[in-house]
């Protein structure tokens, strides 16, 4: 049982480069998301899906793009990579999102760094 | 202010030593409170969850939530260099129609041999 899988671990991108970052989970979670954590800072929430076809911006989506084809999926576009998203990048999902009692599967992390 | 205060240590323990990690916080709407383990360069998983006040043990972890002083708890005994990680605290409430999940910035505690 795989979890929540992302990929790739480790990226160094040019300031301008665009990239994606891939998530994908075998645990038929509706609820997906995209945090980013900055040393200090904590986890802060991106981008949020509730279901395939839906997303929503979470409290950092400014230079992000997602979208969610399936439910299994749910990749994340940076655009005119900038130094200020050097950051490591954390998908996770749930089954529970619409609820207090929201329990979150993470997978391992992207380490991008902008140069 | 944060919506969540977490200290970010070091905490430093010698192996065995009881160890107490915790979070504060402002909104008083928040009912949910959990506790996530991370390791060095893993993602975050979940150690435990509470509802609303009261203490839930398990094994050599109790989690302790006091709403009326906003204040939560993770304490850990006979700690072991294996709970060496970051501990991180996370709190969800209902605001504007759906739930929202907080998470602190996250406790670094290494137990020493």
């Not at chain 1, 995209?34 to 989506?61: C, F, H, N």
């Not at chain 2, 969540?4 to 010698?14: A, I, R």
């Not at chain 2, 916080?25 to 949910?32: R, T």
């Not at chain 2, 409430?93 to 406790?107: P, R």
Request: with cysteine; charged share 15%.
């Amino acid at each position: 049982n795989a979890g929540v899988t992302q990929t790739p671990k480790f990226r160094i991108l040019k300031i301008g480069q665009s990239m994606t970052l891939q998530c994908t989970q075998d645990m038929n979670h509706n609820y997906m998301y995209w945090y980013r954590q900055d040393p200090g800072m904590g986890l802060k929430l991106i981008y949020y899906s509730v279901g395939a076809g839906i997303t929503d911006k979470g409290e950092v989506p400014n230079g992000y793009n997602v979208s969610r084809s399936t439910t299994e999926d749910f990749p994340l576009r940076l655009e005119l990579a900038a130094p200020s998203q050097t950051s490591v990048y954390f998908c996770a999902s749930s089954s529970a999102g619409g609820s207090g009692a929201n329990v979150l599967t993470f997978g391992a992390g992207s380490r991008l760094t902008v140069l | 202010q944060k919506e969540v205060e977490q200290d970010p240590g070091p905490l430093s323990v010698p192996e065995g030593a009881i160890v107490s990690l915790n979070c504060t916080y402002s909104n008083s709407a928040f009912q949910y409170f959990m506790w996530y383990r991370q390791y060095s360069r893993k993602g975050p998983e979940l150690l435990m969850y509470t509802y609303s006040s009261g203490n839930k043990e398990d094994g050599r972890f109790t989690a302790q939530v006091d709403k009326s002083s906003k204040y939560i708890s993770l304490f850990i005994r006979d700690s072991q260099p294996s709970d060496s990680a970051t501990y991180l605290c996370a709190m969800s409430a209902l605001m504007d129609s759906s739930y929202k999940l907080i998470f602190g910035s996250g406790t670094r505690l290494l137990v020493r041999p």
